[in-house]
């Protein structure tokens, strides 16, 4: 019967366990440590459970550093927010403040969730900000907040970070909004925890209690004795058999939820040390370096996860610095952040991802790890979401074949950007011995009336001088959103044809090209040289190229093809051969400058196979492009 327990106790998928009282034999002896602690979240053991789990997170050497290992982190002598609400009692009360920190250091939860009517209403204004600095103006504060706020004192900590409290979010031209969403990477950082509620209708708060017919079992209780290592009878225990293996429940509770699909929580969770997740269904906790763990005491077993969950969870998981190719990292977080919403796209597409690039940064400078080791993060250039350092790669961003036609245009981000468009994107597959093709010889990285001449020319593949001087500058900034690249390269005129609309020709144009995965459908395009419109090239995703099905379907439309880099496609098993792949930008032009070359923006990416196309291409002579 011992046995039976061991093996009951890692049993994740299919059953939980019940322990009668706390104190028994099988408790004490922690064979057996499943308990289900009932629908009352504001319950005794719900608090007890979440404190132990931060505390067995306190041995994590994951948990108790900042993501790139430049800063040992003490989350309950943390470096305070600017600005902080503070939970007291008063007159047996509770009482809060609004507190300007001034360096101090503490203990304090964060609070993630979504923004709706309920949050404009009580947010921080000019106008009430003095009044919440004396203990005021806090009414009206949905019950979210107010849920956020006992469990901040039952834990007893005293003070949580609420952005739309502690952020002046009107009246001041968004100028406090500016200086603290750039300090998010570390106030999730050095938080306790991050508090998260997910159920899409949070009128309620998260502290209600649950219907009595949500239970998590669908089947009658089974009590079954328990004998300890000497084989003595000592007790009993339940055994249940779960509604739902608890893979599918944290993918439905959590993963699935709506707040995953807010823009913002991409870089709150893989920031966040610790999470707390208040589900419809019961409490999940979440830390850096171990896989979630449900209400019940049960772990997620990273061999029944199905391979998307997999990926979602080695992306928190690969977010440190030990990762020795952290750039695949970067794009793997870009798919999925750009498929989620946010309500003001232009303020918040590029500052939505700044903590990660702040905590990146180091990361690339120091391609050694050490942590002894003293970088200068300044020379890493990072410019509307990609790196200056991979912009070959990072320019070859899709749309994703499974996303809708994109209906939103950020406009303050370069048509290069994959930032440009509100649309899920994709990278292709990075294969070996792939050749950059242009060179990039400099960058405006502001907006104005002309971009004659770069402002900084490009050294050391990607650094930055000043055009008028001699000297390295520093130019590593977290929120720029905005970048005129200054290329030398070929540019050549292909022909767009019809769609590629059979999946025996998607697969082919695949194969042909050396990609990875072909595709069902999607929206690719032929390609084709102005000589032979007849023979397809090559293919392209044209997002940005607004024509119908029909148009352009027997001689093509003209656009300009920017060659990026070039791959291979190997043949053969004995005798190896390998082919030229080139990968090109198309794109279009929006203004010629005598003398200075042209300016151009982005219709999207495509492949080109046919040799005599790409002879045309090595024909070209090359030419300074300026991309916006």
């Known amino acids: 019967m011992y046995v039976l327990s061991f093996i009951l106790r890692y049993s994740e998928s299919e059953f939980s366990l019940i322990l009668a009282p706390k104190a028994s034999p099988a408790a004490l002896n922690e064979d057996i440590i499943g308990r289900y602690f009932g629908g009352d979240p504001s319950s005794d053991l719900h608090y007890e459970t979440a404190r132990n789990w931060i505390q067995a997170c306190s041995t994590h050497s994951k948990c108790n550093e900042t993501v790139s290992g430049s800063t040992r982190i003490d989350p309950y002598f943390s470096p305070l927010p600017t600005r902080v609400i503070e939970v007291t009692r008063e007159g047996g009360h509770q009482r809060l403040y609004l507190r300007n920190t001034e360096g ?7 609070l993630t969730h979504r923004w709706n009517s309920g949050t404009e209403l009580c947010k921080t204004t000019t106008e009430n900000y003095e009044e919440r600095l004396l203990g005021s103006a806090f009414g009206g504060l949905p019950q979210l907040f107010w849920d956020a706020l006992v469990i901040t004192e039952k834990l007893d900590i005293k003070y949580i970070w609420i952005d739309s409290i502690c952020i002046i979010q009107k009246g001041d031209d968004y100028a406090d909004w500016g200086r603290e969403a750039p300090k998010m990477a570390q106030y999730y950082q050095f938080s306790i925890f991050t508090l998260a509620g997910t159920a899409e209708d949070m009128s309620n708060g998260i502290l209600h209690q649950q219907p009595e017919d949500i239970t998590p079992w669908v089947s009658n209780l089974v009590r079954l004795p328990y004998r300890d290592k000497m084989n003595t009878l000592a007790g009993h225990f339940y055994v ?25 929580i991409l870089q709150e969770w893989l920031l966040s040390k610790r999470l707390l997740w208040y589900t419809p269904q ?24 199905n391979p998307d969950l ?64 003293q970088i200068d993060v300044q020379k890493e250039i990072y410019v509307a979401g990609l790196w200056l350092r991979d912009l070959h790669y990072g320019l070859l961003w899709e749309q994703d074949h499974s996303a809708q036609a994109w209906t939103t245009k950020v406009k303050e981000v370069p048509s290069w950007s994959f930032a440009s468009l509100m649309t899920p994107v994709r990278w292709p597959e990075r294969a070996k011995g792939i050749q950059p093709a242009f060179k990039l010889n400099g960058v405006c990285l502001r ?15 990607h650094r930055l001088r000043l055009a008028n001087a001699t000297v390295e500058t520093a130019r590593f900034n977290p929120e720029n959103s905005f970048a005129c690249l200054h290329i030398r390269g070929k540019l050549h005129t292909v022909h767009v044809r019809g769609y590629l609309d059979t ?17 069902k459908s999607c929206n690719w395009r032929a390609i084709c040289s102005a000589f032979r ?57 929006v203004e010629q400058i005598d003398g200075k070359g042209q300016v151009y923006r982005r219709l999207g990416v495509g492949r080109i196979v046919d040799g005599d196309l790409i002879r045309e291409f090595e024909d070209a002579e090359e030419r300074n492009v300026r991309l916006i």
Request: glycine share 4%; hydrophobic share 40%.
């Open 104 to 110: 101090l250091h503490g203990a304090y939860i964060t």
């Open 240 to 264: 249940y058999r779960r509604r739902m293996s608890l893979v599918d429940e944290y993918i439905s509770q959590v993963r699935s939820s709506i707040l995953f699909k807010r823009g913002w």
């Open 282 to 305: 019961g409490l999940f906790y979440e830390c850096q370096q171990e896989l979630p763990r449900a209400y019940d005491q049960s772990q997620l077993a990273f061999n029944r996860v």
């Open 310 to 373: 997999r990926a979602h969870l080695q992306l928190k998981a690969s977010f440190h610095f030990s990762n020795t190719n952290i750039m695949n990292f970067w794009y793997h977080a870009l798919e999925v952040y750009s498929g989620q919403h946010l309500t003001k796209p232009e303020k918040d597409r590029i500052m939505a991802l700044s903590g990660l690039a702040k905590e990146v940064s180091p990361i690339l400078a120091n391609p050694k790890r050490s942590i002894s080791a």
């Open 447 to 461: 907006r104005q009336d002309e971009h004659d001449d770069p402002d900084h020319f490009v050294f050391d593949n």
């Open 503 to 519: 999946e025996e020709n998607l697969k082919s144009a695949a194969l042909s090209t050396a990609y990875d995965t072909a595709p």
């Open 533 to 589: 419109p007849e023979i397809i090239a090559g293919w392209g995703s044209l997002e940005q190229m607004r024509t119908d099905k029909t148009t352009c379907a027997d001689f093509g439309v003209a656009v300009y093809a920017l060659h990026v880099s070039t791959r291979y496609l190997r043949h053969g098993i004995w005798l190896k051969t390998s082919d030229p792949v080139l990968d090109v930008l198309f794109v279009e032009r």
